[in-house]
T-cell receptor, first 113, second 113 residues
Framework: DQQVKQNSPSLSVQEGRISILNCDYT??????FLWYKKYPAEGPTFLIS?????DKNEDGRFTVFLNKSAKHLSLHIVPSQPGDSAVYFC????????????FGTGTRLTVIP | ETGVTQTPRHLVMGMTNKKSLKCEQH?????MYWYKQSAKKPLELMFV???????ENNSVPSRFSPECPNSSHLFLHLHTLQPEDSALYLC????????????FGPGTRLTVT
């Protein structure tokens, strides 16, 4: 059973507007969450993370929001740029041992110039 | 070389062949991982090595055999694979101990004929 879900396989956004990517999880033991970006023919690249003791973490144009009661997190990109077009993966960890990550299936973001 | 490197980038092998995938990290990390990514499925964690000891083996068939000779190198030995093993195999590394982001290599695209 999939513990991390990204229900939108794709998203298209105009350049300059906000992109919102969503992620849901089922395991209440998860306490550390990450977003990765993946371009074709490359491995996933770490973007931003958030610990369960916070509800928001911001890094430049990227902000991750965590709603623990809803078991939901989102990634906001503003303003969106064409170079942001990629597949975005949400991942979660229970923070034990060697940091085993559980990944969602990804959302393909297309930013239209 | 910087980051995490993987060789080969592409591999085609028959079901009776034996081959090995190689991963090397230049980040000073002490945990390394093998993931499998199949089409339309989330990344699946296969093996985890922390401080050169295998700490995770997620019900992976024995035709996949990992080897971690030191903290910088990780191998995945393949033998008598099946066509359904065709996928992108990703290596990652991180600091051990939880709540550290993983850094991924570019992956090896494996096709089993």
């Amino acid at each position: 059973d999939q513990q991390v879900k990204q229900n939108s396989p794709s998203l298209s956004v105009q350049e300059g507007r906000i992109s919102i990517l969503n992620c849901d999880y089922t395991n209440s033991m998860f306490d550390y969450f990450l977003w990765y970006k993946k371009y074709p023919a490359e491995g996933p690249t770490f973007l931003i993370s958030i610990s369960s003791i916070k509800d928001k973490n911001e890094d430049g144009r990227f902000t991750v929001f965590l709603n623990k009661s809803a078991k939901h997190l989102s990634l906001h990109i503003v303003p969106s740029q064409p170079g942001d077009s990629a597949v975005y993966f949400c991942a979660a960890s229970a923070g034990t041992g060697a940091n085993n990550l559980f990944f969602g299936t990804g959302t393909r973001l297309t930013v239209i110039p | 070389e910087t980051g995490v490197t993987q060789t080969p980038r592409h591999l085609v092998m028959g079901m009776t062949n034996k081959k090995s995938l190689k991963c090397e990290q230049h980040l000073g990390h002490n945990a390394m991982y093998w993931y499998k990514q199949s089409a339309k499925k989330p990344l699946e964690l296969m093996f985890v090595y922390s401080l050169e000891e295998r700490v995770e083996n997620n019900s992976v068939p024995s035709r996949f055999s990992p080897e971690c000779p030191n903290s910088s190198h990780l191998f995945l030995h393949l033998h008598t694979l099946q066509p359904e093993d065709s996928a992108l195999y990703l290596c990652a590394s991180s600091q051990a101990g939880g709540r550290y982001e993983q850094y991924f290599g570019p992956g090896t695209r494996l096709t089993v004929t």
